[in-house]
């Protein structure tokens, strides 16, 4: 399930230049979901129970939760949930 949140009109919203890598700056503990994704993949699959883990830690860090005003807009989310996916299904 992909859950997309809002768009802020925060005026410390991201810019459409969001990446990985400026969230990462923000908060560097995403760097550790980072190595979740890419190395969940078990016997040459991948385990849907570690992208639960993965998604439900992401929420706690890039939502309209975070700490960080900057990682509670969509963009945000929107940035964080592909390329983590996208960790997810290329593995290692």
Same mark, same amino acid.
């Given at each position: 399930?992909?859950?997309?949140?809002?768009?802020?009109?925060?005026?410390? +919203?991201?810019?459409?230049?969001?990446?990985?890598?400026? &969230?990462?700056?923000?908060?560097?503990?995403? !760097?550790? @979901?980072?190595? #979740?994704?890419?190395?969940?993949?078990?016997?040459?699959?991948?385990? +849907?129970?570690?992208?639960?883990?993965?998604?439900?830690? &992401?929420?706690?860090?890039?939502?309209?939760? !975070?700490? @960080?005003?900057? #990682?509670?807009?969509?963009?945000?989310?929107?940035?964080?949930?592909?390329?983590?996916?996208?960790?997810?299904?290329?593995?290692?």
């Amino acid at each position: 399930m992909i859950t997309h949140l809002t768009p802020t009109t925060d005026a410390h +919203a991201m810019s459409s230049e969001t990446t990985w890598k400026s &969230l990462l700056l923000l908060d560097p503990r995403l !760097a550790d @979901l980072e190595r #979740l994704a890419l190395n969940s993949h078990r016997y040459g699959f991948c385990e +849907a129970r570690d992208w639960q883990v993965i998604v439900g830690q &992401l929420r706690r860090r890039v939502s309209w939760d !975070a700490k @960080l005003p900057e #990682l509670g807009t969509s963009e945000a989310y929107d940035v964080a949930y592909r390329h983590l996916l996208g960790c997810w299904e290329g593995g290692r």
